[in-house]
């Protein structure tokens, strides 16, 4: 009887090694720690990669220029990249593909010093943008999403980059920015929640143009965050992006379906954040995240149109965008 339990004490401790070691690391490149990457923090904090047979690598680089890099040259399995990257990159005769949306709107907002939102206070939503004019505008990297969203706004409403706004780079993380601002170092900003949510607790400012919320229309229901691979990975590592995109699938349901579990991993994510500021800025976020990870070729005509604006994609007038995103791996 004893060496019965000592094989079955073998079996079991050679079965869970199996287990172990059956878990698949994925390489994964974050943009900073900023709550827009939600689905990401979900998945993390409530196990599922493990639960799906992978084991999380994750890297967090300040910028979308890098986030591409890694993907472009495969230091990543999937990068989480705007879809604008993914059209800048094609441009450049480089091709990356998005195999799962998980921000359909941008989660970026303009934020501005209480001078300038009180001036402008009531106003359309033109004279905010071109009350910009002369000051001091923090945005995360150079060539990223909240310095082309900024151009962008900008070109519409007719200020003139580079000149009429002097650009200030501070990565992603929102410390830097109430910092910044408590400093009188920067006027505005450009920059993913929940900063703005914070610096409306410090009384030196709040937001300007709520993007979140559709102020702006040019920006809704695009294709927008991305998890971005390797055209190579589609067939090399099919099985791998295939889990992934269970995982994240996964994670939207939970936030949409189950926000009191959203919310308490969010808590946990960011600390800092009071529950009354992390339910609010989940609430405005949440508008942000789809339900499923699905992407088409409406989502990515509308980045291409607002992304026209800038004269940096280069692309020609019957430019096929189908190519840079798809939808095989979804579950």
């Not at 934020?111 to 001091?136: E, H």
């Not at 780079?169 to 920059?191: C, R, T, V």
Request: hydrophobic share 40%; proline share 5%.
């Amino acid at each position: 009887m004893k060496r019965m339990h000592v094989v079955i004490a073998l079996v079991l401790t050679l079965g869970f090694a199996g287990l172990v070691q059956a878990a698949e690391t994925v390489r994964i490149t974050n943009i900073g720690h900023a709550y827009w990457a939600g689905p990401l923090f979900v998945a993390q904090r409530m196990g599922l990669f493990e639960k799906h047979g992978l084991k999380p690598e994750v890297t967090t680089v300040k910028g979308g220029s890098l986030a591409l890099q890694t993907a472009l040259t495969k230091q990543s399995d999937v990068s989480q990249v705007t879809f604008e990257h993914v059209l800048k990159a094609a441009s450049q005769g480089k091709r990356v593909v998005s195999v799962f949306r998980f921000a359909k709107v941008p989660a970026i907002n303009v934020l501005a010093n209480n001078k300038i939102i009180d001036k402008v206070k009531g106003q359309q939503v033109g004279d905010r943008v071109r009350a910009l004019k002369g000051a001091r505008v923090a945005v995360p990297s150079a060539g990223g999403s909240g310095e082309k969203m900024l151009q962008i706004l900008g070109n519409k409403y007719g200020l003139n980059f580079p000149g009429d706004v002097q650009t200030i780079y501070l990565g992603g993380e929102p410390g830097a920015y109430i910092a910044a601002f408590k400093g009188n170092q920067i006027d505005a900003a450009m920059i993913f929640e929940p900063t703005g949510v914070f610096l409306e607790q410090t009384g030196l400012g709040g937001t300007l143009v709520d993007m979140i919320q559709g102020e702006e229309p040019m920006f809704d229901n695009v294709l927008y965050l991305t998890l971005t691979t390797h055209p190579d990975y589609l067939k090399e590592k099919r099985d791998l992006l295939r889990k992934v995109a269970e995982v994240f699938a996964e994670a939207l349901q939970i936030i949409h379906n189950d926000p009191a579990k959203g919310r308490a991993v969010m808590a946990q994510e960011f600390p800092s954040m009071t529950k009354e500021d992390n339910e609010a800025t989940y609430k405005a976020l949440e508008k942000t995240w789809p339900v499923d990870g699905r992407m088409d070729e409406g989502q990515a005509r509308r980045t291409m149109s607002y992304m026209a604006g800038l004269g940096e994609l280069d692309l020609p007038k019957d430019f096929d965008p189908t190519p840079y995103f798809s939808n095989e791996i979804l579950p």
